[in-house]
């Protein structure tokens, strides 16, 4: 809650002239390098402008925050909303620390559950059990028939149990850019990675009804206003925007952008100009993945995994065949941003290349780009980079192993930022949590998840981290912010300075559009 002090210098004698003057506070507007005294001038949802705290200006509402720190609201550029907010409602295995705790999960999760439901769980990582290796099929036995699906931290690899592999076709050829994991004696160990998992195993999973699933948005969208994101990019599919979305285009409390997931060929894009085009709510961009990730090894790399010599990762989908340029074009012809998920070194030189010719209006974006060779630092100038520190903290983990020598590319910030990359920051959430104070920290101090330095050389100062995660991180959504006359006024309002101690920091309160969307502000703080 917002503690308040302190005389304002207004005059409220005059008649209203504004709908809402923010005074007594430091504000970052996204230019300046440190938060400078000012008074934040709203009206009709804008931003008027940024006065002098002695300018006499009558307000209808005034909100004295006692000398806190005011920044533009915070920016997702990566989310999966539908996802995030139906994973929710799912066993989380992300805490399970071996094959003991996984099984026990499982067996609890089942017992809760009624006979005709499928288990389905989500987050389990192998790098935290490296002794138990990876879960097999066997793990699962203590639901008995019950199908289970339980996808890996990073939605690039699943394992499901013997009720779910009767029910797939394995007897044909997999999907192009998919694997099946094999036990001892040949059979299938239950895990299926990128397309086998996709393609497979995610038509037979029963959707949750469809009120769940509009609720589900809901809630994941009051979460992110909760930690002050007034701002994020979706990654959805076609039939989830029009049957979920659009009926929440004017209701959800923060801005959304849209990025249809669909890659068949050739591209429908046409339906997205029926679409609501709103700066609240707009479909931007079209995805695709040119590789996977360094958890499931399929990330695509120039030269092969130290600790999997026989591979280099994975192209997928329309990398595959060449057919990246074609796909870039018809995106462009639609009028909508290329978005293309590349991790590893291969994918994101490729990826680099395929966008090299694309409007900078339409703002296209690389998503991830983990890996960086240092000869491909200088092809970086210039272009959008939706990254995710969180992803460098908890992947570090397994970087030596993974990289060896290599180690220092994954997402090497400093090196990205001085070469003229353009970085905006996300979570990919419910990959990791959507947590914009873990972003910010990890950019900041450069640690791991477990606060040990990795390649600390690589922070960016606050003012940078700052900027990836408001200014940039919109222009990645196709969006403009910053506290600048004109723009929105979304901004939040912090408990301690985040330019001063990162690990002190905490929002407040969320404002969109100048109205309080999250948070508490004391009574008085606000009087007309």
């Known amino acids: 809650?917002?503690?308040?002090?302190?005389?304002?210098?207004?005059?409220?004698?005059?008649?209203?002239?504004?709908?809402?003057?923010?005074?007594?506070?430091?504000?970052?507007?996204?230019?300046?390098?440190?938060?400078?005294?000012?008074?934040?001038?709203?009206?009709?949802?804008?931003?008027?402008?940024?006065?002098?705290?002695?300018?006499?200006?009558?307000?209808?509402?005034?909100?004295?925050?006692?000398?806190?720190?005011?920044?533009?609201?915070?920016?997702d550029s990566h989310v999966h909303l539908l996802l995030a907010g139906e994973s929710s409602m799912h066993l989380d295995l992300s805490q399970v620390d071996g094959r003991k705790a996984f099984e026990a999960a499982i067996e609890a999760a089942d017992a809760a559950l009624p006979p005709e439901r499928w288990l389905i769980a989500t987050g389990w990582n192998e790098t935290l059990w490296e002794r138990d290796g990876l879960p097999d099929r066997e793990w699962l036995r203590a639901a008995g028939s019950r199908p289970v699906v339980c996808w890996r931290c990073d939605w690039h690899c699943v394992l499901v149990n013997d009720a779910v592999l009767r029910r797939l076709d394995l007897d044909g050829p997999l999907p192009a850019g998919g694997r099946l994991g094999r036990m001892h004696d040949g059979t299938p160990s239950g895990l299926l990675i990128e397309a086998a998992a996709w393609e497979l195993v995610n038509p037979l999973i029963p959707s949750l009804p469809e009120q769940v699933r509009g609720e589900a948005i809901e809630q994941a969208a009051a979460v992110m206003a909760a930690c002050g994101i007034t701002t994020t990019r979706s990654m959805e599919y076609r039939g989830d925007i029009e049957s979920h979305f659009v009926p929440r285009a004017d209701t959800l409390p923060i801005r959304l952008?849209?990025?249809?997931?669909?890659?068949?060929?050739?591209?429908?894009?046409?339906?997205?100009?029926?679409?609501?085009?709103?700066?609240?709510?707009?479909?931007?961009?079209?995805?695709?993945?040119?590789?996977?990730?360094?958890?499931?090894?399929?990330?695509?790399?120039?030269?092969?995994?130290?600790?999997?010599?026989?591979?280099?990762?994975?192209?997928?989908?329309?990398?595959?065949?060449?057919?990246?340029?074609?796909?870039?074009?018809?995106?462009?012809?639609?009028?909508?941003?290329?978005?293309?998920?590349?991790?590893?070194?291969?994918?994101?030189?490729?990826?680099?290349?395929?966008?090299?010719?694309?409007?900078?209006?339409?703002?296209?974006?690389?998503?991830?780009?983990?890996?960086?060779?240092?000869?491909?630092?200088?092809?970086?100038?210039?272009?959008?980079?939706?990254?995710?520190?969180?992803?460098?903290?908890?992947?570090?983990?397994?970087?030596?192993?993974?990289?060896?020598?290599?180690?220092?590319?994954?997402?090497?910030?400093?090196?990205?930022?001085?070469?003229?990359?353009?970085?905006?920051?996300?979570?990919?959430?419910?990959?990791?949590?959507?947590?914009?104070?873990?972003?910010?920290?990890?950019?900041i101090t450069g640690e791991d998840a477990r606060g040990i330095p990795f390649f600390p050389e690589q922070r960016l100062s606050?003012?940078?981290?700052?900027?990836?995660?408001?200014?940039?991180?919109?222009?990645?959504?196709?969006?403009?912010?910053?506290?600048?006359?004109?723009?929105?006024?979304?901004?939040v309002v912090w408990s301690n300075d985040p330019f001063e101690d990162i690990h002190a920091a905490t929002v407040q309160a969320t404002f969109v559009d100048g109205t309080l969307v999250a948070g508490e502000l004391r009574q008085g703080a606000c009087h007309g």
């Open 1 to 75: 809650m917002l503690a308040m002090s302190g005389p304002a210098v207004f005059d409220d004698s005059l008649d209203p002239k504004i709908d809402l003057r923010v005074t007594n506070c430091r504000i970052w507007n996204g230019e300046s390098i440190t938060p400078c005294r000012l008074d934040l001038l709203v009206d009709a949802g804008r931003v008027l402008e940024l006065a002098d705290p002695a300018t006499v200006i009558a307000a209808s509402e005034t909100l004295d925050l006692g000398g806190a720190v005011v920044t533009p609201g915070l920016v």
């Open 462 to 491: 606050p003012h940078e981290a700052m900027l990836a995660a408001t200014v940039n991180a919109a222009e990645a959504c196709g969006f403009d912010a910053g506290l600048r006359a004109g723009l929105p006024a979304d901004f």
């Open 257 to 443: 952008s849209l990025v249809q997931l669909d890659r068949s060929s050739p591209l429908d894009t046409g339906w997205h100009r029926e679409l609501p085009n709103t700066d609240r709510f707009a479909l931007t961009g079209c995805k695709a993945f040119f590789d996977g990730t360094l958890g499931s090894r399929t990330a695509k790399l120039t030269s092969p995994y130290s600790d999997a010599p026989e591979t280099s990762g994975l192209w997928l989908e329309v990398a595959i065949d060449d057919q990246d340029e074609r796909w870039c074009r018809e995106v462009v012809a639609a009028g909508l941003a290329p978005v293309i998920h590349a991790i590893g070194d291969a994918a994101v030189s490729r990826a680099l290349q395929v966008i090299s010719d694309v409007p900078d209006a339409l703002r296209p974006t690389i998503e991830h780009a983990e890996v960086i060779a240092p000869e491909g630092l200088p092809s970086l100038e210039g272009v959008r980079l939706s990254v995710q520190p969180t992803h460098r903290a908890t992947d570090a983990a397994m970087a030596h192993a993974r990289l060896g020598d290599r180690a220092g590319w994954l997402l090497p910030m400093r090196e990205m930022c001085e070469a003229g990359g353009r970085l905006c920051f996300g979570t990919d959430w419910p990959i990791v949590p959507v947590d914009p104070m873990a972003t910010l920290r990890a950019a």
